[in-house]
């Protein structure tokens, strides 16, 4: 598969969002071994997770924890494989999310994390969503500290703002390898933090790229020129999508979600399809609605 850049590290261009393979709706372990796998044979080395995505009380850090006996069962070389998680945001299993930036906090769930990841140094922890009731530059100076401990290698933030990705840009004395916003045909409001992460050679991870769970699916049929590109070409229209995300900018890496083997596969091949110019022509239409 093509690589993008992400920070220090080299990874797909098409990543693996494994949140719904811990929360409502989540499949048994079985289907989450066999998704995770493909995922891997198909090229995929960035496999995105955090330690709030759960389903019932006392589960936090389910995700961690399955994403990493899979990869440990998996066959084949893992050493490629970067799995980024998230610290800042909780779910106590009735279905709510609360947000938790109080730097001491930020510290521990980074060394908890570090604990069920089985490692010494996480590959890329990212500030998971602002606390209003922290400073910004509060929290994103504890992944300031984790990073020069070892805690972490790499420091990410996620649905941020621009003036809070250049905030965290200065925190981290330069070191903000990634931003994670939501990002899709649906959702085009986090273009101008694409924009900026371009322009500061800082990868952007869209997550819920293809509208999220329980509209990925019909994503051709609410964005049809989607659909008509695809049918030219004889891919699926979420190929068509996540090829279009990736046109966007060369720092843009994709996390679309999957539980099922046939899902990652699917959006895997995108990475191999090239849209023309009148085909991004046409795509970037929805950046104006």
């Given at each position: 598969?093509?690589?993008?850049?992400?920070?220090?590290t080299?990874?797909?261009?098409?990543?693996?969002?494994?949140?719904p393979?811990?929360i409502?709706?989540?499949?048994?372990?079985?289907?989450?071994?066999?998704?995770?796998?493909?995922?891997l044979?198909?090229?995929?080395?960035?496999?995105?997770?955090?330690?709030?995505?759960?389903l019932?009380?006392?589960?936090?850090?389910?995700?961690?924890?399955?994403?990493?006996?899979?990869?440990?069962?998996y066959?084949g070389?893992?050493?490629?494989?970067?799995?980024?998680?998230k610290?800042?945001?909780?779910?106590?299993?009735d279905?709510?999310?609360y947000?938790?930036?109080?730097?001491?906090?930020?510290?521990?769930?980074?060394?908890a994390?570090?604990?069920?990841?089985?490692?010494?140094?996480?590959?890329?922890?990212?500030?998971?969503?602002?606390?209003?009731?922290?400073p910004?530059a509060?929290?994103v100076?504890?992944?300031?500290?984790?990073l020069d401990?070892g805690?972490?290698?790499?420091?990410?933030i996620?649905?941020?703002?621009?003036?809070?990705?250049?905030e965290a840009?200065d925190?981290l004395?330069?070191?903000?390898?990634s931003?994670?916003?939501?990002?899709?045909p649906?959702?085009?409001?986090?273009?101008?933090?694409?924009?900026?992460?371009?322009?500061?050679?800082?990868?952007?991870?869209?997550?819920?790229p293809?509208?999220?769970?329980?509209?990925?699916g019909d994503?051709?049929?609410?964005?049809?020129?989607?659909?008509?590109?695809?049918d030219?070409?004889?891919?699926?229209?979420?190929?068509?999508?996540?090829?279009?995300e990736?046109?966007?900018?060369?720092?843009?890496i994709?996390?679309?979600?999957?539980?099922?083997?046939?899902?990652?596969?699917?959006?895997?091949?995108?990475?191999e399809?090239?849209?023309?110019?009148?085909?991004?022509?046409?795509?970037?239409?929805v950046?104006?609605?």
């Amino acid at each position: 598969m093509d690589q993008r850049n992400l920070g220090q590290t080299v990874v797909s261009a098409i990543g693996l969002g494994a949140m719904p393979m811990s929360i409502e709706g989540r499949p048994d372990e079985a289907r989450s071994f066999a998704t995770i796998h493909a995922a891997l044979d198909a090229g995929v080395t960035l496999i995105d997770i955090a330690d709030a995505y759960l389903l019932n009380p006392g589960e936090t850090g389910h995700n961690e924890q399955l994403i990493t006996r899979a990869v440990a069962a998996y066959p084949g070389g893992t050493d490629a494989v970067l799995i980024a998680t998230k610290a800042g945001s909780l779910r106590p299993g009735d279905g709510t999310w609360y947000q938790n930036g109080d730097p001491a906090y930020l510290k521990e769930a980074a060394k908890a994390s570090a604990l069920r990841l089985g490692v010494d140094s996480i590959g890329l922890l990212q500030f998971h969503r602002p606390d209003p009731k922290v400073p910004y530059a509060d929290s994103v100076g504890a992944f300031a500290e984790l990073l020069d401990e070892g805690v972490i290698r790499q420091a990410g933030i996620s649905n941020a703002n621009p003036d809070q990705i250049r905030e965290a840009h200065d925190v981290l004395g330069g070191r903000l390898a990634s931003v994670q916003n939501q990002f899709s045909p649906a959702f085009v409001s986090s273009y101008p933090e694409l924009e900026l992460c371009a322009e500061m050679g800082i990868a952007f991870l869209p997550w819920s790229p293809l509208g999220g769970i329980g509209k990925a699916g019909d994503v051709g049929t609410r964005f049809v020129l989607f659909q008509q590109v695809a049918d030219a070409r004889g891919v699926s229209a979420q190929q068509v999508v996540l090829a279009w995300e990736l046109a966007l900018a060369d720092v843009v890496i994709p996390i679309p979600g999957a539980s099922r083997p046939s899902s990652i596969l699917d959006s895997a091949a995108a990475a191999e399809l090239e849209l023309s110019e009148d085909d991004m022509a046409l795509l970037g239409s929805v950046l104006q609605d």
